[in-house]
């Protein structure tokens, strides 16, 4: 049995708790808890876990007595001195309301094919068993989950190397930083070709991040866990005080939440230089400015369309961005590679140089947008849909890649535009016939996106009139 049958056997088991009103969400939660001990049990590291409250302590246990010593468990592990351990069971709590539905998970976990399990990777099988749950449109929960053939093509683009500090500051169930870290680990034989020094440094220091959601938060420690990655994995808020650890990283690889702060409200730190409700544009300028200025420290983030052409505080934003930076790259992504529908997505490549001016002279788009076939479940996007553009990425002369998705504009032409970065886009072929025109439900979906972006703007303006005048007030006074 691979890992793929084991991870669809243990999402059939969600079926048993139906009758709890458990969500899927809640579900993968509530299988960490229980994985987590039988995986410490098969990788025969349950020294971190406390005697008598190890995986055959819960698996010997039926009925009444199981269900109550399962819920003193969690409360033993979430306040348990290891700091791993007790971020996992923090403020846990089982949502399992039927001994019965509870017995029959653990007796069909502990019945799995693990010794396959383990061949094949741990860390891998509970990485699966997340992606399911993104790909369940129910759940909610993949609603902009980055898909795994997405995340290793950037890692590739970008190359991280062993001994650079990477960082992820919306780090989710951190996919990216293990993605880097198994991109590392396949060039040095899982660091046993290094010394003992650096193998330390990449297993402790390497790789870091933030994660808002606590519930994520927990996967996400789960998921380092299991890929035997110690590095610093926060929960809380990278645009608030508590996300001002992030600096002077090599590489910074991640896809910041879309939408806007709740009710408008501003971020809280204070070394921002825009002041914006845009989430994203907020962690555009945090991840640019978080990079080393030393010309080699570099970052690939997903970003979606109204951040390329977003006016007033988004404009001054991205000359920001492109006078500190080398923004380079620009991919169109295709639509319906997230779960929610209609989103429309790129990743922006740059590095950052040792100056702040005149960084960006040239940026290379490449339209892997128009005229693509309608991804999602049912038609998926696979590594050989970026096949032609990441060949385009690395030859060093762009100019001789003869591809029509292919195109260079000047920072000069991109001026003109007022620093608009909405470029690239080919002729969609679909428009010449009527039946094709564009979906009316979509094009309604993408003027009320804009129409609210506009609302920002106007409020954002209002606001800034208002405390002018309450400055002049003060003045006049």
Request: charged fraction near 30%; hydrophobic fraction near 35%.
């Amino acid at each position: 049995m691979n890992n793929q049958e084991i991870v669809q056997k243990l999402w059939n088991l969600c079926n048993v708790l139906r009758d709890d009103g458990i969500t899927y969400h809640q579900y993968v939660t509530e299988l960490t808890y229980l994985l987590f001990l039988k995986m410490m049990k098969e990788q025969q590291s349950e020294a971190v876990i406390p005697e008598g409250y190890r995986w055959d302590n819960l698996f010997e246990k039926e009925g009444l007595e199981l269900k109550a010593f399962y819920q003193h468990l969690l409360l033993e592990l979430g306040s348990n001195e290891n700091e791993r351990l007790r971020l996992i069971y923090s403020d846990s709590s089982t949502s399992i309301s039927e001994p019965k539905n509870l017995e029959k998970i653990i007796k069909s976990i502990d019945a799995l094919d693990w010794y396959n399990a383990k061949e094949e990777g741990l860390g891998d099988l509970y990485e699966g068993l997340l992606e399911k749950n993104a790909s369940e449109t129910k759940s909610g929960a993949g609603q902009y989950f980055t898909p795994r053939v997405l995340i290793d093509t950037i890692v590739q683009l970008v190359d991280p190397k062993v001994g650079e500090r990477c960082n992820d500051p919306a780090a989710g169930t951190f996919g990216f930083m293990i993605a880097a870290d198994r991109y590392l680990k396949i060039k040095t034989d899982d660091y046993f070709d290094l010394d003992p020094k650096d193998a330390e440094f990449q297993k402790k220091e390497a790789f870091t991040g933030m994660e808002l959601v606590k519930d994520t938060h927990r996967l996400a420690l789960m998921n380092a866990l299991l890929h035997n990655m110690e590095g610093r994995m926060e929960h809380g808020d990278s645009l608030s005080s508590n996300g001002k650890w992030m600096k002077d990283f090599d590489v910074i690889l991640t896809n910041p939440p879309f939408g806007t702060k709740k009710g408008g409200e501003r971020v809280s730190r204070d070394d921002l230089t825009f002041d914006t409700s845009n989430k994203q544009l907020n962690f555009l300028q945090l991840i640019y400015n978080a990079l080393n200025a030393d010309g080699k420290a570099r970052a690939a983030v997903v970003l979606p369309d109204n951040v390329l052409f977003e006016s007033g505080v988004g404009a001054q934003i991205r000359r920001d961005l492109m006078n500190k930076c080398n923004l380079h790259t620009i991919l169109r992504l295709p639509t319906g590679i997230f779960y929610a529908q209609g989103v429309k997505t790129n990743v922006l490549f740059f590095t950052r140089e040792k100056t702040d001016q005149g960084n960006t002279k040239d940026v290379w788009v490449y339209d892997l947008r128009t005229n693509m076939p309608s991804f999602g479940k049912k038609n998926q996007l696979t590594m050989a849909h970026f096949k032609d553009f990441m060949k385009a990425y690395v030859t060093e002369d762009r100019s001789k890649i003869n591809d029509e998705r292919w195109n260079k504009f000047t920072r000069e032409e991109i001026a003109k535009k007022n620093d608009s970065l909405d470029i690239g886009l080919i002729a969609d072929d679909s428009l010449s016939s009527l039946d094709n025109l564009p979906d009316p439900i979509e094009s309604a979906k993408e003027v009320t996106l804009k129409l609210q972006q506009a609302m920002e703007l106007l409020n954002e303006v209002v606001r800034e009139l208002r405390e002018t005048e309450e400055i002049q007030v003060k003045i006049d006074g």
